[in-house]
């Protein structure tokens, strides 16, 4: 879905389910290079995505992109929100397949993203490992695997307030709470809200995070005034897709 011709919200749909990435780009998405490939032509401008997915949904995202005029290798910056698997996930690989990217995230996030510090819902299941069931034991083996394996050797630390000076201005917020360093953006040109896991969308309307997913569910409500001071018009929830009408109305009856 293209918000404006810089921005897409991308659908990646996995066992009935979608996910709702965002890719920004600078430039012209249908100016071929000299020897038509694309490569060059990515050097010319910035091409960021906003989260990766679930591990193994590589070529899923590669298709989308190619759908938009574009492949993997161009990315120059990849920003994610937060630390949960599902935003991560395919983050390592694409670092590889994209050798002038880098990853990005808020200041809080990137121990764990390093593997400096455990991520903090695995954490939270390890502290509890010895009254778990056995699959659940074992189900937590599978997710402590599978951060390490996604571990990333070097993520550029966002800070709260920051600009980012790309796509006409990105704006770094950091509403913590369903993780602690889970960081929301701004992409001024298109007045528009990528949001991560702070929000959601349920019959058509805005809603808060998930509170089963969510560290602290009062935290990450009250964290949300910090989106109100954008003049924003669209906003992109990655488990929900695109919200447009009155976001700051919206967001106020959330607050409370």
Do not use: W
Not at 129 to 139: V, Y
Not at 160 to 176: A, M, N, R
């Amino acid at each position: 879905m293209k918000i404006t011709d810089n921005l897409i919200v991308l659908k990646i749909e996995r066992d009935g389910s979608a996910i709702f990435p965002v890719f920004a780009f600078e430039g012209d998405a249908e100016t071929p290079c000299r020897d038509g490939s694309r490569a060059e032509n990515a050097r010319a401008g910035r091409r960021i995505l906003v989260d990766t997915g679930f591990p193994g949904q590589e070529p899923l995202f590669a298709e989308a992109l190619a759908g938009a005029g574009f492949s993997l290798g161009e990315l120059t910056e990849i920003i994610l929100t937060h630390q949960d698997m599902d935003h991560i996930g395919c983050c390592k690989s694409f670092l590889a397949g994209a050798p002038a990217c880098r990853a990005l995230a808020h200041e809080d996030e990137t121990p764990c993203l390093t593997g400096a510090k455990t991520p903090v819902k695995l954490a939270a299941m390890e502290a509890k490992r010895d009254e778990l069931p056995a699959d659940t034991r074992a189900f937590l083996e599978q997710m402590r695997q599978g951060y390490e394996n996604r571990r990333l050797e070097e993520v550029v630390c966002l800070t709260d307030g920051e600009t980012l000076p790309f796509c006409g201005g990105i704006d770094v917020i950091h509403p913590p709470g369903h993780t602690p360093g889970h960081c929301c953006l701004y992409f001024r040109a298109a007045k528009t809200l990528v949001v991560g896991d702070a929000l959601n969308i349920r019959d058509g309307s805005l809603t808060g995070p998930a509170p089963q997913h969510t560290l602290d569910m009062e935290l990450a409500l009250r964290s949300l005034k910090k989106l109100s001071a954008f003049d924003a018009e669209t906003v992109v929830t990655y488990h929900g897709g695109v919200f447009r009408g009155d976001v700051r109305e919206a967001l106020a009856a959330l607050i409370g």
